[in-house]
């Protein structure tokens, strides 16, 4: 199935760092997308990437995005403690054009 | 900026009973999603639907859920007879074309339903 999978489940930096987490998926996307959600609340979209782009930013957000490898990457830089929060990644397909696939999440903690 | 809302935040109800969560998607917005998040667990994809009927349905959509758009504005997922493991985070998205053009899904804040 179409799904993507985050590594690490959990990470834990200290405030300023660079956090990156990673996203594999198993079939062909037509796009794919970031989302954060903080503890019981609702999904902020960060970023989408469409199939054909490499890269790309949003202020401190870095998306990467190998369809070769199936996978992607979001970088957050220096990290600030309000970015604590679960980072998802979801998939579009071609196939299933109204739905997307969400992951597991990487549950990120930004220790002061 | 136009977002997605929904009505309750929190529902609390009984095994059994009927509940109806409610969702006003964008206002220029023609296509409407509902998913769900159970506790600790991914957000799962439950239905979606454009032009007045559903599009695609995910296996847990069975018949004891249904979806409406009553009056143009309002998108409502009914449950006819919750069940204790219908506990979760329900989540209203919409969007202006389906994903494979590229749009994104804007979402609610999400209700909350505890099966009691």
């Known amino acids: 199935s179409q799904q993507g999978e985050e590594d690490p489940q959990a990470l834990s930096i200290q405030e300023g760092e660079n956090a990156t987490m990673n996203c594999s998926y198993k079939?062909?996307?037509?796009?794919l997308q970031w989302y954060r959600q903080n503890s019981g609340r609702g999904l902020v979209h960060l970023i989408l990437?469409?199939?054909?782009?490499r890269e790309k930013h949003s202020g401190r957000l870095r998306v990467t995005l190998d369809t070769s490898k199936k996978s992607s990457s979001l970088l957050i830089t220096a990290s600030r403690a309000a970015d604590t929060a679960s980072y998802f990644c979801?998939?579009?397909?071609?196939?299933?054009?109204?739905?997307?696939?969400f992951g597991s999440g990487t549950r990120l903690s930004i220790r002061p | 900026e136009p977002e997605v809302t929904q009505t309750p935040s929190h529902q609390v109800t009984q095994m059994g009973q009927e509940v109806i969560l409610r969702c006003v998607p964008i206002?220029?917005?023609?296509?409407f999603y509902w998913y769900r998040q159970i506790l600790g667990q991914k957000v799962e994809f439950l239905v979606s639907?454009?032009?007045?009927?559903?599009?695609?349905k995910s296996e847990i959509f069975d018949d004891q859920f249904s979806v409406e758009r009553p009056d143009g504005s309002n998108f409502t997922l009914k449950i006819r007879s919750t069940k204790l493991e219908d506990s979760a985070m329900y989540f209203c998205?919409?969007?202006?074309?389906?994903?494979?053009?590229?749009?994104?899904?804007?979402f609610g804040p999400g209700t909350r339903l505890t099966v009691l």
């Open positions: 998205a919409s969007s202006f074309e389906p994903l494979g053009d590229y749009n994104e899904q804007f």
């Open positions: 079939t062909s996307i037509n796009n």
């Open positions: 990437i469409r199939s054909n782009e």
């Open positions: 979801a998939t579009g397909g071609y196939s299933s054009a109204s739905k997307i696939i």
């Open positions: 206002s220029n917005h023609l296509y």
């Open positions: 639907f454009y032009n007045n009927e559903i599009s695609e």
